[in-house]
Structures are given as structure tokens and as C-alpha cells.
């Protein structure tokens, strides 16, 4: 499966539904297989275009969990979705649960570690599924204690290259392929601004753009709201990266990114149709 089969060439919403007790902001939400697939089903009609399943929580601070437990919280979700009409993602750094689940009809695989693990780069490219490569300075247990840069835009774009061409070299099609910076992995908030800023450096490299902006830290620090009321901090960060070049997005919120997403393309289409 490849990035253009799935029509990225318009702004698609990812919906995150993580399937974990302690995720940032909807830990336990989902944690059982019935809640999950209630929140997906609400997704899907509300425009969702992807379910993105997470069975570790990769917040700051948070501690890696076996292979066994996110596999456990993973798979029955996977089985249950497998047909409810929105492709599929799965957020896992871990070949094993990646090989499953792409036997399970995932369409996806979201690595915040960039497919780096032994194994992760074959399993993609015998598979030909997409992928998405996402930037992250140390893990998520270490990654906010001190992050630095000399040049956060250069040095993740450089990071994003290096990235590209370890897939590649593997037999990953540039097709498969999407790039994520990494807002909130191993940066302060101004890291996360000035990428934001510069966002365009990234979306020019020529290959999808995947954004995960919502909720997170830096909404926080340029509104001063805490994380149940940063809605709609999220939202205007969302058409920001829109207009920057950011195609996926990764929301908690689908109703209303999708209806900000209604208005930025009635804004940018020469025929814009209205919603049924």
C-alpha cells in the first residue's frame, strides 16, 4: 500500500486511539476492545479517514512495555476494526507486532523510531505497506529531560534524510514512505515553534507530511490552557501545518478538525462542495 493509493494529496485525518492506561491525554479511554471500537465507529462518522491504534505510550517520561502487552492491547483491536470502514494504522516500533498487524489488514505502520529496531526496515519492505518515519532526540522516557539542538530545523531535516535513505537502502519505496518531525519528541516548546515556523522545509522534501500537534505541550505554552482545554489551540495549529503543507493529521478531536478542514478547503478549491 502506498501514501498516493491512500489519496494523501488532500488533508486526511488520522484518528489517534490509543489502547493504553497512561497515554497523555486519553489513557484508558479506550482499554477495552468495546470501548475502543465505540470511539472508532463515532470516528469514522464523523470524517475520520484513518484509525491509528497505539499500544504504548510514548509521552514523556512513559516506560517501555513488552512486546506481549502491547501485542495483547493491539491485536484484538486490529481484529475487531478490521472491518468498520476506515483504513488502518498501528503506532509501534516493535517488527513483531508490525508483522501481525499488517497481517491483520493494516494499511500503515507509525514508528517514532523510525523503523531503527533489527528488522523493522525488512518486514516494511517485503510487505510494501506505507510507513510513516518520525524524528525523536533520546526515547520517551529521556527525551524531555534535556533536549538540544545547535539547529533544530537543520538537524531534523538532516535526521528525516538519514531516515530515508536507511529505508531505501533496505528496499522501501519512496512511495511508502511519509515523514513526520516529531513535534513534542525530545523538543522544548520553542523547538516546537520554530518548527512549526519552518514547517515548508519539510513538506518540501517531496514526500507526505504526517502532523501530530493535538493536545500536545506547545499548545499548552502559547495559551497557557492545561490539556482538556487546548481544543481549540489543537484546531489552529492544525490549519497552520494545512497551510505549511502537512497533509496528515493526527488529532484527538476529529468532529472539529474536519469541519476546520471544511472551510480551509472551501478557501483553497476553486469548486467547493457544501457537507450533506
Known sequence: MRWATL???????????????DSFYDGGKSRTVAMACRRAADWIEQGADFIEIGGESTRPGAQPVSLEEERGRVIPVVKALASHGAPLIVDTSQPGLMAEAIDGGVVAINDVRALERPGACEIVARSRVAVCLMHMQGTPATMQVAPSYGEVVAEVRSALIGFVERARAAGIGNDQIALDPGFGFGKTPIHNLTL???????????????????????IGYLTGRPLEERLAGSVAAALMALEAGARLLRVHDVAETRDAIRIWEAIHDDEPSAAA
Open 7 to 21: 489519496d494523501c494529496s488532500r488533508p486526511r485525518i488520522v484518528g489517534i486511539l490509543n489502547v493504553t492506561p
Open 196 to 218: 512549526l515556523r519552518q514547517l515548508r522545509v519539510f513538506s518540501g522534501l517531496g514526500f507526505p507530511l504526517m502532523v501530530g500537534l493535538s493536545r500536545k505541550s506547545l
